[in-house]
């Protein structure tokens, strides 16, 4: 079976990268690894992949900003577990990621066969975060925000990141091969979900929760 489509390492962390095939082949059975230096070569690899069973992202993968690859994937590929990879290891950024639909978190100071550990957890459909997860918790405001994200639908997703990426609703209904009264539909119920009056200030509140950027319009 495909264990890891994607693992998505930059280019200027070949140890690490190097350190996650060593894990992923030491599994047992048979694992295909797909790998991609940025956010458009994972979509493409997504794309050419049939039924991936994992994808590993790293946060700071080029193409994307902040926790916007995450979301896009969760999006377009909502049955499809996703590991955040990041050398970012903080108490907030970890529970940001599980709170954005992350199937696990592993930092890149985590020894191999922990590595091995996570993987196989997040094939169970487990949830994998250390250990030692600071139990803390964001404010009511940054709660609130990231459920109700976590509710929008695919398609409100799709018309999320077209808006962050600065999209009128014509081009959208473009894109996404609706009606721009769709569009307009689709837009009031994100910011709805979002609690704010204007696309400026949903782009506002995504910026403040890490999503700075949008990862690109187009399906993967």
Known sequence: SNIAAGTTI???HPLFRGALRMAIEGMAGKTAIVEAADFEGLKSALTGVDEA???????????????SGLL????????????????SDDA????????????????KSTPLDDIRAAVEAVLAGEVWAPTDLDAGADDAETQAAM??????????????????????????AYELSVSE?????????????????????????????GLNSAPGTQSA
Do not use: E, W
């Open 10 to 12: 930059r280019p200027d």
């Open 92 to 107: 907030v950024t970890i529970r940001r990621a599980i709170g954005f639909g992350a199937s696990g978190f592993i930092s």
């Open 53 to 67: 069973d994992l994808v590993l992202l790293d946060l700071d993968i080029p193409g994307v900003s902040g926790f």
């Open 181 to 209: 009264a769709t569009v307009k539909a689709h837009v009031s119920a994100v910011l709805q979900k979002l609690d704010v009056d204007s696309r400026t200030q949903a782009v506002i509140k995504l910026s403040r929760l």
């Open 147 to 172: 459920a109700g994200l976590s509710s929008l639908t695919p398609q409100q997703s799709r018309v999320l990141a077209m808006i962050a990426d600065g999209l009128l609703n014509k081009q959208i």
């Open 72 to 87: 896009h994937l969760r999006a377009q590929y909502p049955h499809l577990p996703v590991a955040i990879v990041s050398a």
